[in-house]
């Protein structure tokens, strides 16, 4: 079992920044690609970033590439987003997720085993 716990959401201004972070416990991370998601009010669920178990590869939605940095510290058993250049439509609750049946690249959400509770994110005008 793999427990995940979201931090750094928050309230931003459009432009703004913020860096989320993903801690696990109860087993290393090193064995998961890790994944990021969002689910804004009324809307499905999305893939924002993945990246593969070592870090070498990652992967992200258009609508947020060249924005938005995934990242992971396996030492530390967390994995970051790093948001830049926030615009009101990043307004959702965002969720990591662990996989250990994918690289990162393109996996279904089903494929995710494990999911934090997620932590919500605000982008005002």
């Known amino acids: 079992q793999v427990q995940l716990v979201e931090s750094g959401g928050g309230l931003v201004q459009a432009g703004g920044s913020l860096r989320l972070s993903c801690a696990a416990s109860?087993?290393?991370?090193?064995?998961?690609?890790m994944g990021w998601f969002r689910q804004a009010p009324g809307k499905e669920r999305e893939f924002v970033a993945a990246?593969?178990?070592?870090?070498?590869?990652?992967y992200y939605a258009d609508s947020v590439k060249g924005r938005f940095t995934i990242s992971r510290d396996n030492a530390k058993n967390t994995v970051y987003l790093q948001m830049n250049s926030l615009k009101l439509e990043d307004t959702a609750v965002y969720y990591c997720?662990?996989?250990?049946?994918?690289?990162?690249?393109?996996?279904?959400?089903?494929?995710?085993?494990?999911w934090g509770q997620g932590t919500q994110v605000t982008v005002s005008s």
């Open positions: 997720a662990a996989s250990s049946r994918c690289s990162g690249a393109g996996c279904p959400q089903t494929l995710y085993a494990y």
């Open positions: 990246i593969s178990w070592s870090g070498g590869n990652t």
């Open positions: 109860g087993r290393a991370l090193s064995s998961y690609a």
